[in-house]
């Protein structure tokens, strides 16, 4: 079974930059698709951006110039750029793989942006 491990929150200034890392363990055959979802105090989960197996990215609205999702060749870490950061971005950031027919989370990583 895939296993996430996320890495790359912290707090950073309004204008910041962080870069989110998730790495899957175990062997990936098939991929639907590969996620960031963010969850912020009070909030519904939401989506951030995603990419599907033929490589197709779609971002939220709120974050759409600023946040760019990529992903190693090996299709088994992903990894989201997050620039021009701002205060209502302060959440925390989950990766979700869809891959081998089943949905797998990753643990969470807070991430802050001061104003």
């Known amino acids: 079974q895939v296993q996430l491990v996320e890495s790359g929150g912290g707090l950073v200034q309004a204008g910041g930059s962080l870069r989110l890392s998730c790495a899957a363990s175990?062997?990936?055959?098939?991929?639907?698709?590969q996620a960031w979802y963010r969850q912020a105090p009070g909030k519904q989960r939401e989506l951030v951006a995603r990419i599907t197996g033929d490589s197709s990215t779609n971002y939220a609205d709120s974050v759409k110039g600023r946040f760019t999702l990529s992903r190693n060749a090996a299709k088994n870490t992903i990894f989201l750029q997050m620039n021009s950061l701002k205060p209502e971005d302060t959440a925390i950031y989950y990766c979700?793989?869809?891959?081998?027919?089943?949905?797998?989370w990753g643990q969470g990583t807070q991430v802050t942006v001061s104003s």
């Open positions: 175990g062997t990936i055959f098939s991929i639907s698709s």
């Open positions: 979700f793989f869809a891959v081998n027919f089943r949905e797998q």
